[in-house]
């Protein structure tokens, strides 16, 4: 979730379009990002157990994510940083 904090700050600051897949191969999941809000993602051609779709204003719903879950997709008990 990091990284796709990172780009949602990156396009938000420059003001620049920024797009992102990132595929997992180990746990079969997707997740596309796209800093514009009427974007037209890419439907999955493989089959994924989970994929996810996110834009510019999913920030806070990243936050979240990031707090509940750990890095290696198990649930954790940190607290949000988002105000």
Do not use: W
């Not at 796209?34 to 999955?44: D, I, K, N, Q």
């Amino acid at each position: 979730m990091g990284v796709l904090k990172k780009c949602m700050q990156l396009s938000i600051i420059t003001g620049c379009k920024v797009q992102l897949k990132i595929i997992n191969e180990e746990d079969s999941s997707f997740i596309q990002f796209s800093s514009e809000e009427t974007a037209e993602f890419e439907r999955p051609v493989e089959s994924f157990e989970e994929y996810a779709k996110f834009n510019k204003d999913d920030y806070e719903l990243c936050d979240e994510i990031e707090c509940l879950v750990s890095k290696f997709g198990h649930l954790n008990d940190r607290k949000s940083t988002y105000p």
